[in-house]
């Protein structure tokens, strides 16, 4: 089964620090690229950033630029998201998508179910 299973959420007070994973299962991760994304309630969803098979690293989300940074972990089949300087805004459901080819562009075909982050005092 083809699956991407986020972990690593959870309560952080404001300035702090949080990384999430997102684990492959039923594929090589390295054959893809992946993407992060979050949704606060009542919000659209954002999409943050991406890694393609290159270990390049693409940033889009404004608001977290500087603070945020995505990773991966092929010997572990995972990908990260290191959250440094956690803000309240920063709240919300984080989700991990794999897209069908290893560069950053093109379709997405497959979803985790989410972690949730909750920035507050």
């Known amino acids: 089964q083809v699956q991407l299973v986020e972990s690593g959420g959870g309560l952080v007070e404001p300035g702090g620090s949080l990384r999430l994973a997102c684990t492959a299962s039923?594929?090589?991760?390295?054959?893809?690229?992946i993407s992060w994304f979050r949704q606060a309630p009542g919000k659209e969803r954002e999409v943050i950033s991406c890694?393609?098979?290159?270990?390049?690293?693409?940033d889009y989300l404004n608001s977290v630029k500087g603070r945020f940074t995505i990773s991966r972990d092929n010997t572990k089949n995972t990908v990260y998201l290191q959250m440094n300087s956690l803000k309240p805004e920063d709240s919300g459901d984080y989700y991990c998508a794999r897209r069908l080819r290893q560069l950053c562009s093109g379709p997405y075909d497959t979803w985790g179910q989410g972690t949730q982050v909750t920035v507050s005092s």
């Open positions: 890694i393609n098979n290159s270990d390049n690293q693409f």
């Open positions: 039923g594929f090589t991760l390295d054959h893809y690229a």
